[in-house]
T-cell receptor, first 114, second 110 residues
Framework: NAGVMQNPRHLVRRRGQEARLRCSPMKGHSHVYWYRQLPEEGLKFMVYLQKENIIDESGMPKERFSAEFPKEGPSILRIQQVVRGDSAAYFC????????????FGPGTRLTVL | GENVEQHPSTLSVQEGDSAVIKCTYSDSASNYFPWYKQELGKGPQLIIDIRSNVGEKKDQRIAVTLNKTAKHFSLHITETQPEDSAVYFCAASTYYQFYFGTGTSLTVIP
């Protein structure tokens, strides 16, 4: 009964490097959502994906951030040329196709940019 | 867009006492209100939720109330235990996009 899986759990990058965060949804879930949590704040929506489709990326910064959910394999959130302000916890959630408001969250990836 | 405010930001109670956390929202179209518990180093875990066609929902020691007219909803935890210590988040949504409050750090003192 595996839940939402994310890896790595902790990621350290230097400024200017790339960060790749992976998310495997729960079995039977084909919808994935990424949220960002800055220190002492609530989670903020970034992007909603279905297999091979980006449904809504309105919460994603216009530059340096991208997300994908390929036909095979995990969803990936990619941050290019990271800056210190990207340091945060990134959470992935998944839902079944018919209940997009029933989102189950993974344990998160804590990104630290040095 | 939706704006969710949550109070208090920190809450300390004695074991066995009740804890109440309150949230307000701005978008009258929001119709789903989940509450999440987040323990240190872990992801948010859904503990209870309520939809806009219901005024109150209870699950053992946890209850949530919703006042659509006033646009506020509350989490009530009775007979608190040390393992209830965590950060609690409320959220509001109309569809897939959740708007979260800023969290309440609850400490239950044994």
């Amino acid at each position: 009964n595996a839940g939402v899986m994310q890896n790595p759990r902790h990621l350290v990058r230097r400024r200017g490097q790339e960060a790749r965060l992976r998310c495997s949804p729960m079995k039977g879930h084909s919808h994935v959502y990424w949220y960002r949590q800055l220190p002492e704040e609530g989670l903020k929506f970034m992007v909603y994906l279905q297999k091979e489709n980006i449904i809504d990326e309105s919460g994603m910064p216009k530059e340096r951030f991208s997300a994908e959910f390929p036909k095979e394999g995990p969803s990936i959130l990619r941050i290019q040329q990271v800056v210190r302000g990207d340091s945060a916890a990134y959470f992935c959630a998944s839902s079944p196709p018919v209940r997009v408001d029933e989102q189950f969250f993974g344990p998160g990836t804590r990104l630290t940019v040095l | 867009g939706e704006n969710v405010e949550q109070h208090p930001s920190t809450l300390s109670v004695q074991e066995g006492d009740s804890a109440v956390i309150k949230c307000t929202y701005s978008d009258s179209a929001s119709n789903y209100f989940p509450w999440y518990k987040q323990e240190l180093g872990k992801g948010p875990q859904l503990i209870i939720d309520i939809r806009s066609n219901v005024g109150e929902k209870k699950d053992q020691r946890i209850a949530v109330t919703l006042n659509k007219t006033a646009k506020h909803f509350s989490l009530h935890i009775t007979e608190t235990q040390p393992e209830d210590s965590a950060v609690y988040f409320c959220a509001a949504s109309t569809y897939y996009q959740f708007y979260f409050g800023t969290g309440t750090s609850l400490t239950v003192i044994p």
